[in-house]
C-alpha cells in the first residue's frame, strides 16, 4: 500500500487566497484526521471522519476553515480566505475503524500564507 | 479531560548514551499508549504501542517503553542512541473514543 498520501507537499500563497489541501487515506480505512502541526501549537486535531462523515469538528480554527470527504478514498481540507498565522504544516491520518487506533500519517503540507 | 505530559521539550545527547524520554497522562480508565516519532522533514511514524499485557513494550529501532500505572507514566528509552535517532518523540493516549490525546513533543539532539 501506499499509505496516506497528501497533496500538494508545499504550498505557498498570498493573504486573502484559497487554498486546497487534499489527502487519499489508505485504502480500507475509514477513520480520517486533519491535523496541524506548529511550533508554537504543536500537534493540534483539526476535523474526524469516520466513514465519511465529520464526526468532530470541534478543532477547527474558524468558518475559514471547512473539509469534506466525498468519498473513502479522498477528502479536503480548504482555507478561505488564507491567513498568514495559518501558516503551518497540515497532516491528514486514517485508522482502521475506531477502535484499532493506530493512526497513519501523510507526508504533510507545509503552508505559508505570505 | 485527559492530558498528556512531556516534561522534556528539548534532550541533547551524545552517541551511545541511554536515553529516556517522560510521559505522563491524565486519565483514571483503561488507556492506549503510543510513542510516534517524527524524523526531520518526514511524517509521524508510530514507534510503539501498548494496548494490554506486558507493560514492557518494544518498538521498533531498539526502542522501548515501560506502562506504569500507578505512576499514569510511559516512559520511552533505548539503551545506546544513535545519530540516526535525531528526531522528535510524541507521547499519545486514547482513553477510549476515537481521539488521540498527543504530548507536546519531544525534541532530541543527538550529537555524532
Known amino acids: 500500500d501506499a499509505g496516506v498520501i497528501q497533496s500538494p507537499r508545499h504550498e505557498v500563497t498570498e493573504m486573502g487566497q484559497e487554498v486546497t489541501l487534499r489527502c487519499k487515506p489508505i485504502?480500507?480505512?475509514?477513520?480520517l484526521f486533519w491535523y496541524r502541526q506548529t511550533m508554537m501549537r504543536g500537534l493540534e486535531l483539526l476535523i474526524y471522519?469516520?466513514?465519511?462523515?465529520?464526526?468532530?469538528d470541534s478543532g477547527m480554527p474558524e468558518d475559514r476553515f471547512s473539509a469534506k470527504m466525498p468519498n473513502a478514498s479522498f477528502s479536503t481540507l480548504k482555507i478561505q480566505p488564507s491567513e498568514p498565522r495559518d501558516s503551518a504544516v497540515y497532516f491528514c491520518?486514517?485508522?482502521?475503524?475506531?477502535?484499532?487506533?493506530?493512526?497513519?500519517f501523510g507526508a504533510g503540507t507545509r503552508l505559508s500564507v505570505l | 479531560a485527559q492530558s498528556v505530559s512531556q516534561h522534556n521539550h528539548h534532550v541533547i545527547l551524545s552517541e551511545a548514551a541511554s536515553l529516556e524520554l517522560g510521559c505522563n497522562y491524565s486519565?483514571?480508565?483503561?488507556?492506549?499508549l503510543f510513542w510516534y516519532v517524527q524524523y526531520p522533514g518526514q511524517h509521524l511514524q508510530l514507534l510503539l504501542k501498548?494496548?494490554?499485557?506486558d507493560p514492557l513494550v518494544k518498538g521498533i529501532k531498539g526502542f522501548e517503553a515501560e506502562f506504569i500505572k500507578s505512576k499514569f507514566s510511559f516512559n520511552l528509552r533505548k539503551p545506546s542512541v544513535q545519530w540516526s535517532d535525531t528526531a522528535e518523540y510524541f507521547c499519545?493516549?486514547?482513553?477510549?473514543?476515537?481521539?488521540?490525546?498527543w504530548g507536546a513533543g519531544t525534541k532530541l539532539i543527538i550529537k555524532p
Open positions: 491520518a486514517s485508522s482502521l475503524g475506531t477502535t484499532t487506533l493506530i493512526q497513519y
Open positions: 485504502s480500507g480505512h475509514n477513520s
Open positions: 471522519f469516520n466513514n465519511n462523515v465529520p464526526i468532530d
Open positions: 486519565y483514571g480508565g483503561t488507556v492506549n
Open positions: 501498548y494496548f494490554s499485557g
Open positions: 499519545a493516549v486514547n482513553g477510549g473514543n476515537y481521539q488521540l490525546i
